[in-house]
């Protein structure tokens, strides 16, 4: 039986444009950690249902997060958004 999709059309297409415009910390960040750098392969603005997180690893249900100053504004969407991707 085939799984169901991680994510609809919409996210991934914004996923796709993230990864186009990465924010000076993201490309940093991404810059340790590509290529099996730390043993463990890490994708960039991996669609998880309705979010988006920066950097995803599946293998290890490991996800980071590099959040600047737009989230101090929107602590009740990041709250969701945390308990949606721990379960």
């Known amino acids: 039986m085939p799984r169901p999709p ?3 059309p919409k996210t991934r297409s914004y996923a796709i444009e993230l990864r186009k415009e ?3 910390a993201e490309r940093k960040l ?3 950690i590509r290529n ?6 890490f994708r960039r603005q991996h ?3 309705k979010y988006i997180p920066d950097f995803v690893c599946i293998e290890k249900k490991l996800i980071i997060e590099l959040d ?3 989230h101090l504004e929107q602590e009740e969407y990041d709250t969701e958004r945390t308990k949606y991707l721990e379960s």
Do not use: C, E
Not at 36 to 41: A, F, H, P, S, Y
């Open 47 to 49: 669609a998880i249902g």
């Open 22 to 24: 990465p924010t000076p």
């Open 68 to 70: 600047g100053s737009q």
């Open 6 to 8: 991680r994510s609809n």
């Open 36 to 41: 099996d750098q730390l043993g463990v392969n």
């Open 30 to 32: 991404w810059s340790r």
